[in-house]
Structure formats: structure tokens, C-alpha cells
């Protein structure tokens, strides 16, 4: 059997910086995936956003704390990430767009969110050719961007290897050893390893994972699809949301890449559960619909290709980060609702200061800076209510 400090299952957006982070803590830490290399679950499927601009505090912390780790990726390790700060730009047509977003204004000041409500006349200088007609203005986060998922989870596995992380790869979780209400054991179809905790970061299999330690975990993923087109001279900077649903969808969004394409999603109405990743062939004409309607300069590009994740929801839209009460040395990083990529590297930093200063509370010694997090994020909390901007 091999022995660790830490055991990551899953290799993704959010496995891959916590066992980096763990790793440079003096943790000794090994990080398991079914798949044949890393990013190859729901990581591979992310568009790139990176963004605070959240409703719910304990997000707009985490996702602070990514976007400084991505954004200096360069600067700090010398890995190019594609990173652009080009902002995020949620506009409003209707009144109750409008007073939605202004009321959310406060808590995101509160949370220290650089953000604030612009008029029209900013929107357009952002977004030019964006309909005018009915636009009320919108919310402006500058301090938001974008990267690319490929290029920054390279770097997290390389530099996770530099680290001393030992990744093991297609390797199938069989079963838990429990003796008591601790996991002592863990079993793959290659190897047995125990260690002091056992981290669930496996996206939209954390479920089956949580039930071998006879937990229940709400996270069920629904369907997603994406498209990205032909690079083009830029000429639009931030991630455009609109969040009107319609008789077909809920919210869309789309953005322009450093390197010019425009990558597109849309949230389908009603949601499509389940774990099939094939595309589908409603996808392009309804996204294109919706985005053409409010920007039509669009219309011209060749879209390229399309594809399809999935996004392992929870019933109020928030992650679930927190240790379960049937085995209180597993701990749950789980139902991040198809935004890993953006909370995974602030929630690997602030997990690897709690595993390093020996805390299963979520409290490293002597700081209690992020203890809320781990407190509003419990897997045993009421689930009620939905995240505004999820």
C-alpha cells in the first residue's frame, strides 16, 4: 500500500492546483484519475472565464483568489496561459435585470469585487455594435478575464510535477476502506493507498465517489455546449452575459480570446441531465439566435467547431467543500456547477492552507480569513435558494 499525506481523486480544474499548492505546503500528496492524462473530464469542455463577479460571497472570495493566481502565471512561474484581463460585462435590457444587478452592487463591494453599474453609453464603447435599442446599461468588473484551460491546466500538472505531486492515470476507484468514521484505506483497479485525508475533487462523478463512503452528495450534472470560431482582428474586450432566459434557454455569454476567436455557451431551457457529451445539432441555432439578436457584428465569423460538458450541479448552484460526516477524513471539493475552471486554483490555495496547517474545519492555525467559506460551502447546509449569477 502506498502511504500519503493527501490523496486528490480527480485531475481537474480543481485536483491539479490543490496538488500543487498541497505539494508546496511539504505535503506529500498523490493525485489519481481514471482518465489517460489530466483536464480530461469537464476541464476540457470550459471556455476560459475567469470572473469574481458573483452573488455569493464566499464565490467572489475564491474566484479573487484565481484570478491572482492565473493572471501572474507568467509573471511568477514563467508559464504562458493566454491570460487577458478584458473584464465582464453583464447587461441589462429590462428593469428587472436592472434592479437585480444594482442590488447585488453592495454584497460584491462587501467582498471587495471591483464592480460598478455603467450606462449605455460605456457599454457600447465596450461592446461597439451592441444593440442599442432597450439597453439600460449593465454591470462592469474590470478586474475579470479570461485564459485558456488548456494552457493553464499544462502548467499546474508541470509544475505539480516539479512540485513532487505524484500523478497516477487511469486508475479506477473500486472501493473505500472505512474503519470507522474514517477512510483508512482507498482501492483502485492498479494499487491500495491510505493517507491522512482523502480528497473528492472528481467533478461530475463526485457522487459515486461520496456513496462508496455511504454518503449522499446532491450533485448531478447537466449538459452544456460550446462553440468557438475562426480568429478574427479583435474587436470587443470583455466576456458579454446576458441573463434574460427565453421559451429555449436560460443565460448566455461569449467572449473574444488573446488570440482572436470568439468562444460561445448557452445554458439550454429546460436542463439537459445526464452524462452524454455528444453534440447536438439545436445547439448552434439557438446560441447563434440569441447572440445575433444583441450583437449582430457576429454574424459574419465561421464558426469552427462546437462541443459538449457537462456542469455538476447542486440545488442552490454553490459548491460543496467540506468533510463528510460518515468519513470525516474525506473531504468533499465538489458541484462547482460547470465554473471549476474559475474557482479551482483560489479554492486548491485556500484548501492547501487548511490541509497543511492540520485543520478538518477549514481553519488553518491562527487564521480564520477563509473559515466562512467552508461554512457557507458545507455539504450539510440547507440548499435553499439559487446563486443570482450561477
Known sequence: MDSYDVVILGAGSVGLPLALYAARKGLKVACLDREASWGRGQNRAAIGGLRATHSDPAKIRICRESIVAVS?????????????????????????????????LAIQRRSGLDIDWIGPDKVMALVPGIRPEGLRGGTWSPGDGYASPLMTGNAYHLLGCRAGVDFRFGETVLGLGLEGRRV??????????????????????AADLAGLAGAELPVHPDCHEAGVTEPVERFFEPMVVDIRPDEESGNYYFYQTTTGQVVFCVTPKPQVWGRDTDSTSSFLPLCLRRMLELYPRLRSLKVRRTWRGMYPMTPDGLPIVGYLREAENFLQAAGMCGQGYMLGPGLGRILAEALAGGSQFGRPEGSTEYGFVFEELSPYRSFAGMEVLK
Open 184 to 205: 483508512a484505506s482507498l482501492r483502485t483497479d492498479k494499487g491500495s493507498y491510505s493517507a491522512a485525508v482523502f480528497v473528492n475533487a472528481a467533478g461530475a462523478e
Open 72 to 104: 501572474r502565471m507568467e509573471a511568477d512561474e514563467g508559464l504562458k496561459v493566454e491570460w487577458r484581463q478584458g473584464g465582464y460585462l453583464y447587461v441589462a435590457y429590462d428593469e428587472e435585470r436592472e434592479g437585480a444587478f444594482r442590488d447585488l
